[in-house]
């Protein structure tokens, strides 16, 4: 199985809403990645997690929670989004050498979100 | 030919022709490079990777040049196919060593019938 799966594919959301986003790959991969990618733009990292400890914050707003239950599963808890939050939401895992880095992510399909 | 502006930069080749797509980026230290493909609606998919200590890297119709002096990264792909119409980015490492990956603007490439 070489395969991230994202849920759901698409998601609207009202600003006072709670929702979250899932994630889930069966490769073994220690490091697992959020990103953020607007239309027309690159992917922006957002989170790691690296053997289920996060790893990297790129200073993302609160209203923005990720949570790594296990080896397998990436959360992103929502709560009181913005409208400029609209994007697409992009979960990546890799597996880690004997250093971080240098390693191939693969990634799922993506979350379409849409905050109302 | 390229086109830049408000829109990601366009590359429109014929088929068959062979695509060279471009891509600076910004840290000298930077020793870990991957090009990645993304059709519409879909993730990014892994194309070739290189590291600093290699200047060249061929895959299957693809070949990746990396320019150390100046920075730069080249994804080639020969005999251009319709199904290689989609965004291109190239990503690097940086810092190096680490898990965060910094992606490049991105080309578009259009296939030509």
């Given at each position: 199985d070489t395969e991230v799966t994202q849920t759901p594919k698409h998601l609207v959301m009202g600003m006072t809403n709670k929702k979250s986003l899932k994630c889930e790959q069966h490769?073994?991969?220690r490091a697992m990645y959020w990103y953020k990618q607007k239309a027309k733009k690159p992917p922006e990292l957002m989170f790691v997690y690296s053997y289920e400890k996060?790893?990297?914050?790129?200073?993302?707003?609160?209203r923005f929670s990720p949570e790594c239950p296990n080896s397998s599963l990436l959360n992103l808890h929502l709560h009181a989004l913005q409208p400029e939050d609209s994007a697409l939401y992009l979960c990546a895992s890799s597996q880690p050498g004997?250093?971080?880095?240098g390693d191939e992510q693969f990634f799922g399909p993506g979350t379409r979100l849409t905050v109302l | 030919g390229e086109s830049v502006g408000l829109h990601l930069p366009t590359l429109s080749v014929q088929e068959g022709d062979n695509s060279i797509i471009n891509c600076a980026y910004s840290n000298?230290?930077?020793d870990y490079f991957i090009w990645y493909k993304q059709e519409s609606g879909k993730g990014p998919q892994f194309i070739i990777d290189i590291r600093s200590n290699m200047d060249k890297r061929q895959g299957q119709r693809v070949t990746v040049l990396l320019n150390k002096t100046v920075k730069h990264l080249s994804l080639q792909i020969a005999a251009t196919q319709p199904g290689d119409s989609a965004v291109y980015f190239c990503a690097e490492n940086d810092p190096p060593g680490t898990y965060k990956y910094i992606f490049g603007t991105g080309t578009r490439l259009k296939v030509l019938a």
């Open positions: 490769m073994g991969h996060l790893s990297i914050n790129e200073s993302v707003p609160s004997r250093a971080p880095g | 000298s230290a930077s």
